[in-house]
């Protein structure tokens, strides 16, 4: 395992412990892969899977921990689904840009209502200044977070 690696799994480790219980008894496969994006996650029936891109190497670890807890949202969300529905919408995911959005939009809100608003409102500054959509407004971000705290 390269040091890239080793530097993901312990971040993911204490994010795990701290963010996501759900997560801490299950088996999470961290690769690294030459791709256009930045992670990727996905939920085979044997275990959980982030492949994070090289693109990663070399970022400030902030970046590197708010990309890893949005993922670790997306496979809180899937483990909630089930392995066959988390399947047939990767299908769907595939072929549809609004539903796309969609899945984006639910691991935003799901980081911020686990306490990391202020870390979407920076992955949405980031995604605008590299020309990519963010599914969140500042001001609904901002709104969730102001909500999220009342509780």
Same mark, same amino acid.
């Not at 996905?42 to 590197?64: A, D, E, H, Q, V």
């Not at 990767?90 to 686990?114: G, Q, V, W």
């Given at each position: 395992?390269? #040091?890239?690696?080793?530097? &993901?799994?312990?971040?993911?480790?204490?994010?795990?412990? /701290?963010?996501?219980? =759900?997560?801490? @008894?299950? $088996?999470?496969?961290? /690769?690294?892969?030459?791709?256009?994006?930045?992670?990727?996650? #996905? &939920?085979?029936?044997?275990?959980?899977?982030?492949?994070? #891109?090289?693109?990663?190497?070399? %970022?400030?670890?902030?970046? *590197?921990? =708010?990309?890893?807890?949005?993922? %670790?949202?997306? %496979?809180?969300?899937?483990?909630?689904?089930?392995?066959?529905? *988390?399947?047939?919408?990767?299908?769907?995911?595939?072929?549809? /840009?609004?539903?796309?959005?969609?899945?984006?939009?639910?691991?935003?809100?799901?980081?911020?209502?686990?306490? &990391?608003? $202020?870390?979407?409102? @920076?992955?949405?500054?980031?995604? %605008? /200044?590299?020309?990519? @959509? &963010?599914?969140? #407004?500042?001001?609904?971000?901002?709104?969730?977070?102001?909500?999220?705290?009342?509780?």
């Amino acid at each position: 395992m390269n #040091s890239y690696l080793r530097g &993901y799994e312990k971040i993911l480790g204490r994010l795990i412990k /701290k963010s996501f219980p =759900r997560l801490k @008894d299950k $088996k999470i496969y961290l /690769k690294e892969k030459d791709a256009p994006w930045r992670a990727h996650v #996905s &939920y085979f029936p044997w275990g959980l899977r982030i492949l994070m #891109s090289y693109k990663l190497r070399g %970022l400030p670890k902030k970046i *590197t921990k =708010r990309v890893l807890i949005h993922e %670790l949202c997306h %496979l809180e969300i899937f483990l909630k689904w089930g392995v066959i529905r *988390t399947n047939l919408n990767f299908i769907i995911y595939l072929f549809s /840009k609004p539903y796309r959005k969609d899945l984006e939009r639910e691991a935003n809100m799901l980081m911020i209502k686990k306490g &990391y608003g $202020k870390l979407a409102l @920076d992955a949405r500054k980031d995604n %605008l /200044k590299r020309g990519i @959509d &963010y599914p969140l #407004s500042e001001k609904e971000i901002k709104g969730y977070i102001k909500e999220n705290n009342k509780r």
